[in-house]
């Protein structure tokens, strides 16, 4: 059993980040991280998080199933699958505390820009090579920073694509990049059962924050939708570097 403290202090963390995942469809470990991290060990706070947003993007799947493209989506998950391996590499002989930095500077300043100018002509139509390479780069970008939406986001926002089509591209990505994530934990049985128990009692604020943030989702316009998601980029960005 988990005191009273902590899991209020769980529960305010994982609704937060099932809100603004619902919400955006991403960013859950950046934002349910920034209380989880000072409360809990990382080898408990961060396979908690995992299985969360895994939850999370259940949700959203089952939520947005009309609109998911399975067809172009796993060309981002191919591309993805190919890039996680690269990025266990890079952890184990690499510094990827420089990685992440760098790459937080880069989302920080792309949101940054594209909040200031907004009305920048779009790229035409994607293509199935080039979502190929996004997804392996958001693979290998999700195993060094644990965000592997934040490159297809950008890519879909590059494109001007609006927001039901975002989600039905990036949401299956995301996913199946958490799951195959959780799948390489246990089997290296990096999973306790203290872990399992939270998660546990996350449940009830992970699907109340998730059906709160899909109903925001379904009642904000476009503008304001892509707004939320380039401020989300920026702090998320901001974070990665500090």
Same mark, same amino acid.
């Given at each position: 059993?988990?005191?009273?403290?902590?899991?209020?202090?769980?529960?305010?963390?994982?609704?937060?980040?099932?809100?603004?995942?619902?919400?955006?469809?991403?960013?859950?470990?950046?934002?349910?991280?920034?209380?989880?991290?000072?409360?809990?060990?990382?080898?408990?706070?961060?396979?908690?998080?995992?299985?969360?947003?895994?939850?999370?993007?259940? %949700?959203?799947?089952?939520?947005?199933?009309?609109?998911?493209?399975?067809?172009?989506?796993?060309?981002?998950?191919?591309?993805?699958?190919?890039?996680?391996?690269?990025?266990?590499?890079?952890?184990?002989?690499?510094?990827?505390?420089?990685?992440?930095?760098?790459?937080?500077?880069?989302?920080?300043?792309?949101?940054?820009?594209?909040?200031?100018?907004?009305?920048?002509?779009?790229?035409?139509?994607?293509?199935?090579?080039?979502?190929?390479?996004?997804?392996?780069?958001?693979?290998?970008?999700?195993?060094? %920073?644990?965000?592997?939406?934040?490159?297809? %986001?950008?890519?879909?926002?590059?494109?001007?694509?609006?927001? %039901?089509?975002?989600?039905?591209?990036?949401?299956?990505?995301?996913?199946?990049?958490?799951?195959?994530?959780?799948?390489?934990?246990?089997?290296?049985?990096?999973?306790?059962?203290?872990?399992?128990?939270?998660?546990?009692?996350?449940?009830?604020?992970?699907?109340?924050?998730?059906?709160?943030?899909?109903?925001?989702? &379904?009642?904000? &316009?476009?503008? &304001?939708?892509?707004?939320?998601?380039?401020?989300?980029?920026?702090?998320?960005?901001?974070?990665?570097?500090?």
């Amino acid at each position: 059993m988990i005191d009273i403290e902590s899991f209020l202090l769980i529960s305010a963390a994982v609704f937060f980040g099932a809100f603004i995942s619902g919400l955006a469809g991403f960013a859950f470990s950046a934002v349910a991280g920034t209380i989880l991290l000072h409360v809990m060990q990382p080898l408990e706070a961060v396979p908690l998080m995992m299985a969360c947003s895994i939850g999370v993007q259940a %949700t959203n799947l089952w939520a947005l199933r009309k609109h998911v493209v399975w067809k172009e989506s796993v060309v981002l998950i191919w591309g993805g699958l190919l890039g996680v391996p690269f990025a266990i590499w890079l952890l184990n002989n690499a510094d990827a505390r420089v990685f992440r930095k760098g790459f937080g500077l880069f989302v920080a300043i792309y949101a940054a820009y594209m909040l200031f100018r907004p009305s920048l002509k779009y790229l035409q139509q994607m293509n199935r090579g080039r979502n190929v390479l996004v997804g392996f780069g958001g693979g290998l970008i999700g195993g060094l %920073t644990a965000m592997p939406g934040a490159l297809p %986001t950008i890519w879909c926002d590059m494109h001007g694509m609006p927001k %039901t089509q975002q989600r039905g591209l990036v949401q299956p990505f995301i996913a199946a990049m958490q799951l195959f994530a959780l799948v390489v934990m246990l089997a290296r049985n990096d999973l306790s059962s203290t872990v399992w128990i939270d998660f546990v009692y996350s449940i009830p604020a992970m699907f109340a924050g998730a059906a709160l943030g899909i109903f925001a989702f &379904n009642n904000v &316009n476009e503008s &304001n939708f892509r707004r939320t998601i380039l401020i989300i980029l920026l702090l998320s960005g901001a974070g990665l570097i500090a």
